[in-house]
């Protein structure tokens, strides 16, 4: 399911690229398009999880350099019966964390020293299970193209703002129309992030409460990162990757349009969510108990 939502994000690109080369090129625009959407397709397959982690900076380490989160992941792994991601950091002071790769054995976690400083070792598994949890459930290469293809619309947008304002050579461009579509393509870039779905930061939440059996580390982890990012947000943050990271870079910023295009479920739901997952894990030890009781 999830390649199908990669390849029909993939098209949507190519043929994004293909109008608007046919409009202002005509059939030779049509065609450098169609290159162009066919280059840049094959790199956000391939290529636009180093991209992101080049844009952060994340620097890969070992196990010496990181013996407590190496530590956690391992754990993790074993528990998930995945391949052992390769594990990075970001210096920056504000929490955060995400997962990138295109599939479980070419998936990387990376993860701020803002983090490492602020929780314990039982928070940072809960959120080393939830980064887990999105390598397992194969959304990882879904969610970094959607970055890529998110990226290249804001560009897009840009350059007909731009034409707008200052024409071209064969003033081919209807400026109106070049306005239009600079103010929609945004927006567009924003559904294309929510087709993502909240719900799947949901699914990584329940799975990192099942692999951990421990909600609320990851509970505590939340409303910490939540309350801290409040304040800040990680260096060289934007609307086009914000979806990837466990807590939004900009909830912090209160604009009501924006909530309109929310890349993540408040806080509040998700706690929620893992109250309810306690209870029933809860309920299911209980059992397991009596069960044990009554057969041993």
Sequence with gaps: MEQIKTFLLLGSLSVLLVFIGGYFGGQGGMLIALLIAGGMNFYAYYFSDTMILKHYNAQEVDPREAPMLYRVVERLVERADIPMPKVYIIHDHIPNAFATGRNPSHAAVAITTGLLELLNEDEVEGVMAHE???????????????????????????????????????????????????????????????????????????????????????????????????RGEVHGATPENAHMFIISPFDGKNFSFSNLFRTHP???QRLERLEALKEELSNMNEQNKLYDRHYV
């Design 132 to 230: 887990l949890s999105h390598v397992a459930h194969r959304d990882i290469l879904i969610a970094t193209v959607a970055a890529t293809i998110a990226g290249a619309v804001a560009f897009i947008a840009n350059m007909l703002q731009f034409g707008a304002m200052f024409g071209n050579r064969n003033n081919r461009g209807n400026p109106i129309l070049m306005i239009v579509m600079a103010i929609l393509l945004p927006i567009a870039a924003s559904v294309i992030q929510m087709t993502i779905s909240r719900s799947r930061e949901f699914m990584a939440d329940a799975g990192a409460a099942h692999l951990t059996g421990h909600p609320e580390w990851l509970q505590n982890a939340l409303i910490k990162l939540s309350n801290y990012n409040a």
């Design 266 to 268: 408040t806080t509040e």
